[in-house]
């Protein structure tokens, strides 16, 4: 695999950290890990591109969103100890891009601001081209402050391939979408309203595929769908919290995991700072709270499982740190087991 190395003596694969520039983030940050401790160890890293707070990784190319007003990709070399950047940022043609993912040749964001989704071909050293399409969704909720219009928060495949997936928060729903590999065309298929003002923020898939978990931010549940991916039909079933209850003060969640094996899922909180712990029934149809944790820092903004399976990974963006977590595999309760310092901390992926 690119990018594999070694930390005292022990095998390693690679970590790439997304952070914002404009908040005293160091860019795209590399680092080796060490999957017998799940340490990160950090290698070099670029600010050549403003504020790249989500990372999708494509072999040796990094690509990254540049959440600003104007709205880009950026795509890095990732061979080396250090990102290097590829040419300049190629436009999405869309404002604030906060997520990005790859599908069929080709890169999606979802921009956040301007709520809409842009398709944009990828050439073959990996780098993207101009936009092929936009997708631009309508509507509103009824959070004034937050849900005036459309804000296409997510984008991403469902596990069978046949459909795009998109969530926004502005519109309390989720969008799915047929994706022309050959045009780059996006075609609206179908639209499953949620809770009006939950403001859904992510989405995650059951590792069977028949299930689907959004994450809302505006209110601190989770919903439960099912999801049929002939007839790419998202159903929802009912919501679960992911704060105790009783809980005082605002509570915004950012981020969803799902165990390989489907057992547990994860959703990390700001505002209360905490990892939520969630026991899954063995159909996927339901979902349990039933632990919190501190998440080490403060203003969670993203949280992935780290290659093995074994550690938790939080992105914590206004202490400025990434602090990992090793998961008991009986309870999926996660404990503490280091952290580096990663200025305004974004996101984290694996590769």
Known sequence: MSGTGTVQGRNAVRAYIGSFTSAGGRGVLAADVDVETGALTVTGGSDAVADPSFLALAGPVLHAVSETGAGAVAAFDVTGPAPRPLGAPTPVDGEAPTHLALAA?????ANYTSGSVTVLPLAEDGTPRPAASVLRHDGTGPVAARQAGPHAHQVLPDPSGRWIVSVDLGTDSVRICALDPGTGTLT?????????????????????GTHAYV???????????????VAGVLEPLGETPVVPEGTTGPSYPSEIVVAPDGRFLWAAVRGDDTLAVLAVDPDGAKAALVATVPCGGTWPRDLTLGPTGRYLYAAN???GDVTWFAVDPETGIPARAGAIEAPAASCVVFG
């Open 105 to 109: 040749g080709h890169l999606l964001t």
């Open 215 to 229: 994450l809302n931010e505006l209110e601190p549940t989770l919903t439960v769908c099912r999801w049929d991916a």
């Open 317 to 319: 963006e206004r202490s």
């Open 188 to 208: 609206l298929h179908g639209e499953t309203a949620l809770r009006p003002g939950t403001g859904p923020r992510h989405l995650a898939f059951h590792p069977a």
